[in-house]
């Protein structure tokens, strides 16, 4: 499944390393959906599905998970808040937001963000790996590195976008890219043992700065939460 692992969803490390500067794209407000159904050597087949609003904003991308009713237990979190939060060594990192932030040098600024916890996570590179992120900007920014199209045919040209694909075996991939947006609206992935799909919605709500209210959140290290 080879072509699946380069197009699994970026919160689990998506994409091809690029270090190419991105190009200007226009800013977006984004829900997306994430399904992966794959059978294990035991037998057993598992299937995920999972949500996240992605706001991208100049050279900032902001990729929240959309926590459904009775996630988190609040009870519990209530005691993490911001004063608490200073003391508090296992803030719930596990659904934390990622903020990626490209510097005027090119480097990446990347952090979690634990929303309940009210804790900002700095992340140093050489805690990328730990943490699931494989520091690939264009991959975050694009949602996939545009470097996959290349390694794809052209397809059917719809209203929506254009279809790029590829067949190998019993693996296929299929992106529909939206270029005016330069990002994919739905990317389909199908190997021996599963299959995973990522379907992009544009909302039209206004775009607001959401990392505004981490001015507030206890600012840690990484290291601060290794025992």
Request: proline residues 4%; positive net charge; charged residues 25%.
């Amino acid at each position: 499944m080879r072509l699946l692992s380069k197009l699994k969803p970026w919160a689990l490390a998506l994409g091809l390393a690029c270090m190419g500067a991105a190009q200007a794209a226009p800013d977006v407000s984004l829900e997306v959906t994430h399904k992966s159904s794959v059978l294990g050597a035991d037998g057993i087949q598992r299937s995920t599905v999972f949500t996240e609003r992605v706001i991208r904003q100049g050279d900032t991308v902001w990729i929240e998970r959309v926590m459904p009713a009775g996630a988190h237990q609040e009870d519990e979190h209530a005691k993490a808040k911001v004063g608490a939060a200073k003391d508090h060594k296992h803030a719930d990192l596990s659904a934390a937001t990622r903020w990626i932030q490209r510097l005027p040098d090119g480097k990446l600024k990347f952090r979690l963000v634990a929303m309940h916890d009210q804790v900002v996570v700095d992340i140093a590179p050489a805690e990328y790996a730990t943490v699931g992120f494989d520091g690939a900007w264009l991959a975050a920014y694009h949602l996939i590195d545009p470097a996959v199209l290349k390694t794809l045919k052209a397809g059917e040209t719809t209203p929506q976008g254009q279809w790029f694909e590829n067949t190998k075996g019993r693996n296929a991939v299929r992106v529909l890219w939206d270029a005016k947006r330069e990002m994919p609206l739905q990317v389909l992935s199908q190997g021996a043992n599963g299959n995973r799909t990522t379907t992009v919605k544009v909302l039209n709500t206004a775009i607001k700065n959401p990392w505004d209210v981490t001015k507030k959140f206890a600012q840690k290290d990484y290291s601060d939460f290794l025992d």
